[in-house]
């Protein structure tokens, strides 16, 4: 299977897929370079990359700084920035459609967001649901795929990434996938046939 992690800096997605050992051409691209594997890490556009070939699962994680609901006294309607948020819905949207045209299984990850009221099919997960006793509530469009379910339900209900204090790292970490997530995408998606 070919699988393409889009706007994905962490490598965390792609190396859960890759450590599956099930034979999956797995390729992280941002615009950044990887703190993961190098040698599959495509530091570039990830319009271009859904282009450059067909894809059997693209699972993408666009910028949620302007999209996110947290983020609505700057972002809002009739807030400051809020012309920011319509350039990004309608990038993600882009590349939502995009995506679907490239591979018949695409996910789409983001915190709460205006964008999934522009999208069918979202399920909403938690990380105290894959072994971290934290809360994000975190939305997945789903085309092609079914839902993730949970695989660790453990208690603690600490919100650790929202209390995060500023530095030059916090955007780049408060967005890493939490691993039990990313393993449960891989075990859950990777060992689903292709269509």
Not at 38 to 57: M, P, T, Y
């Amino acid at each position: 299977m070919k699988v393409l992690v889009g706007c994905e800096e962490s490598g965390v997605v792609s190396q859960a897929f890759r450590d599956l050992d099930l034979g999956h051409e797995v390729w992280s691209c941002d615009l950044q370079p990887t703190r993961g594997d190098k040698d599959w890490h495509i530091c570039g556009d990830v319009i271009q990359a859904l282009r450059s070939q067909e894809w059997n699962l693209v699972i993408l994680h666009p910028d949620c700084t302007a999209m996110a609901v947290s983020g609505n006294r700057w972002y809002g309607k009739g807030m400051p920035m809020n012309d920011k948020r319509k350039e990004a819905v309608e990038w993600t949207l882009d590349l939502w459609e995009l995506a679907k045209a490239r591979a018949n299984r695409v996910v789409l990850e983001n915190p709460v967001s205006v964008i999934f009221s522009h999208i069918d099919n979202v399920q909403y997960i938690q990380p105290w649901q894959h072994g971290h006793g934290e809360t994000k509530k975190t939305g997945l469009a789903l085309h092609g795929v079914p839902p993730l379910r949970p695989t660790n339900v453990v208690s603690g209900r600490e919100n650790r990434v929202w209390r995060m204090p500023p530095g030059p790292n916090r955007k780049r970490d408060r967005s890493k996938t939490y691993q039990g997530i990313a393993n449960a995408m891989a075990n859950q998606w990777g060992e689903q046939k292709c269509k």
